[in-house]
């Protein structure tokens, strides 16, 4: 299997996103936005990930087997972390 070729100019760029994201997210926890600023910061963080799984780890070159079992991934996630929140918001219900 070959690999994809990915210029020197996309990687760069990718790696100055990140940079700025990751400035964007230190200079935010300086600001009091209120819940906002965790709204905020997951966001950034989650563009963070999307880069870097796409471009760095080549999930953007994969077949579409791979996108499917990575979507199958943040789909089981997702069912875990709501399942954990339903709980958490739901203690106070049973005294």
Known sequence: MTEPVVS????TGIFLSLLCLTLA???LAYLDLG?????IAIT???????LIVAFFM????EFK???VILAGGV??????????????LTRG???
């Open 8 to 11: 020197l100019k996309t990687y």
């Open 25 to 27: 997210t230190t200079l």
């Open 35 to 39: 819940v906002f600023n965790m709204v």
């Open 44 to 50: 950034i963080a989650v563009i963070k990930a999307t």
């Open 58 to 61: 080549h999930a953007m070159y």
């Open 65 to 67: 087997l791979v996108h």
């Open 75 to 88: 789909l089981w996630f997702l069912i875990l972390v709501f399942l954990t929140l339903g709980d958490y």
């Open 93 to 95: 219900w049973a005294k």
